[in-house]
């Protein structure tokens, strides 16, 4: 057994421990100091502090903490406003010389500060904020690039759904309301700002990354917003001249794809129980779907992938996020009269019709109603036929709007997704 060679009321520490610890505090230092002399070397600009200044601020914080554990805390609290004071003062020094950013200094001070933690056993939360530190530091000119092209209709977006999400939302009542005890406003909220930030995700992604680099990204990305769109948006390109009637296809079956792990992510997150059954019939839909896409996309590998821009649309669009809550209230609703009046013909009926516009909605809200009222095997069920009428209404708009060549495709994609929705319906019902 390892002997202690700090061993208080309230601190104990190995001497391996020890060693391990001043490792990893000596190594973070490294690693800042090797990004701040680096980056210094290409401005071919004289640093405020490089590798050794680092290592040693790394140390000092390490050494503060010992202090405090061994002497006294207000010992390690003139260490810090020493490294504080020397700290400002250099940011005095070079401020007056015209340079007023202040990174490497604050760098310096969470470098003492990540040394002291490191001590005192916080080592997987030294080295995450030591990564956090990394990226942002080495990704200035990147980040100087985003920023200057984000537009002021971006910022209003950001700014809304913070509001929405930090301001009202923590405010909604968790109460059951209406008819059927089913209307609760804190789950509506909830699905308005999942459905939002779906969207918002989806649109940063795009606009980062760019629909540009790659029709299959397109459809992968666009599948996230919406993958009506991606169908709707390349079953029309299919009729330019020249078209590239498999990559566009391989991109409407990528969105489909994404739609059933959609599918996957609503389940989990409001009644994760109905995978125990659900999960390996939707697999087999995505695997299959995943499948159809790759096949096509092969086909065309030879050809070079055209860039295509798809509409962005609006960064946040609350608008269509509440009409999609006031839809999910609407569904528990009809499927709550259909529970009562139908039975499960009832809801069966009502997933398929929801299904036709959004399977997002449906999803939540049989998930949700799984809960309270229906079996499992009845949400399951309707789940699935949601799933598939959703990707039946794709179906019916890619047949309508691509070209004559691309229905072949079209034929052959969505021929081996029916074929893997009924063995998936077939598994279910076992």
């Known amino acids: 057994m390892d002997s202690y060679i700090i061993n208080t009321a309230g601190f104990q520490i190995t001497e391996l421990d020890m060693f391990i610890r001043l490792l990893v505090a000596t190594g973070i230092g490294l690693l800042i100091g090797l990004e701040r002399e680096h980056a210094a070397l290409v ?20 050494t503060a903490a010992v ?3 061994l002497l006294s805390p207000w010992i390690a609290v003139g260490i810090v406003v020493a490294v504080v004071v020397l700290t400002a003062i250099s940011y005095w020094i070079t401020a007056h010389k015209g340079d007023i950013g202040s990174t490497s200094e604050l760098a310096a001070m969470l470098a003492v500060v990540l040394g002291a933690l490191t001590f005192l056993g916080y080592i997987e939360l030294s080295l995450m904020i030591t990564v956090i530190i990394l990226v942002l530091l080495s990704s200035k000119l990147s980040l100087m690039k985003v920023i200057g092209q984000i537009t002021q ?25 209406g008819p059927y005890d089913v209307i609760n406003p804190h789950d509506i909220g909830l699905v308005i700002i999942l459905t939002s930030g779906v969207g918002f995700l989806g649109y940063v992604l795009m606009r980062v990354l760019g629909a540009t680099k790659g029709v299959l990204l397109t459809g992968i990305i666009g599948g996230l917003v919406s993958s009506t769109m991606v169908t709707w948006v390349f079953s029309k390109k299919s009729k330019e001249p020249g078209a590239l009637n498999a990559l566009y296809t391989s991109a409407i079956l990528a969105a489909c794809s994404i739609m059933v792990v959609r599918v996957f992510l609503w389940v989990i997150l409001f009644n994760k129980n109905l995978l125990v059954k659900l999960a390996v019939p939707l697999g087999i839909l995505f695997l299959t779907a995943a499948a159809a896409t790759i096949y096509f996309y092969i086909r065309d590998k030879k050809e070079n992938a055209t860039e295509s821009k798809l509409p962005l649309g609006k960064p946040l669009d609350m608008t269509n996020a509440v009409l999609f809550g006031a839809l999910y209230v609407a569904i528990l609703l009809v499927i709550s009269y259909a529970n009562d009046y139908l039975g499960n013909k009832g809801i069966f009926i009502t997933s398929g019709i ?3 516009s959004d399977v997002d909605a449906i999803t939540i809200s049989i998930s949700k109603m799984s809960v309270i009222t229906i079996s499992a095997q009845t949400a399951q069920n309707a789940i699935l036929i949601a799933t598939l009428a959703n990707t039946i209404a794709k179906f019916g708009i890619a047949l309508w709007a691509s070209s004559k060549e691309m229905r072949r495709n079209i034929f ?19």
């Open 153 to 177: 209709e971006e910022i209003y977006a950001l700014i809304r759904f913070v509001v929405v999400a930090l301001l009202i939302f923590p405010f909604l009542p968790n109460k059951n309301y």
């Open 43 to 62: 401005k071919k600009e004289q640093t405020f502090a490089g590798i050794r200044t680092f290592v040693l601020l790394t140390l000092t914080g390490f």
């Open 67 to 69: 202090l405090h554990v």
């Open 354 to 356: 929801a299904g036709l």
């Open 412 to 430: 052959i994609g969505y021929g081996m997704i029916f074929l893997a929705a009924l063995a998936a319906f077939g598994i279910l019902n076992l």
